[in-house]
């Protein structure tokens, strides 16, 4: 039996390895968080018929309330409540509720039905063509 002997292989340290992984990690995350800040445009919500009429559906991730007030008219309106900045999702008939403090909102015109708000919703554009509503 010989005994061989084993040469080092050279190749990148371990702190560049750990670097480098640790840099693509935070460009990915830092992507990530961007793209969630706003919705994408052009993205297709719902169909018109999954939209009620005298009232609306929530799509949270998007942070948008799309109602439909008459028949084929379409609205969209922001979720994010205009006192403090609470996300809503609590919706009842064609009314929008904050958790937080109590704000109720219109989501046929986004007034304010009940403070303490005093802002309307933020309107958001939406497109609607054939039977499919998307962001704008």
Do not use: W
Not at 97 to 111: E, I, K, P, R, T
């Amino acid at each position: 039996m010989t005994s061989e002997s084993v040469q080092p292989v050279s190749g990148p340290s371990r702190r560049t390895v750990v670097a480098a992984v640790g840099a693509a990690g935070l460009s990915v995350a830092l992507t990530a968080c961007g793209s969630q800040d706003e919705p994408s445009t052009g993205s297709a919500l719902a169909k018109t018929s999954d939209i009620p009429e005298g009232g609306g559906k929530v799509f949270s991730d998007e942070k948008v309330v799309v109602s439909q007030p008459t028949a084929g008219d379409y609205k969209a309106f922001s979720t994010i409540c205009t006192h403090q900045n609470c996300p809503m999702t609590d919706l009842k008939e064609d009314t929008l509720s904050c958790a937080c403090h109590g704000s109720q909102f219109s989501v046929l015109d986004g007034s304010v039905k009940k403070g303490p708000a005093t802002q309307a919703l933020a309107a958001k554009e939406i497109s609607v063509s054939g039977d499919s509503i998307a962001l704008a």
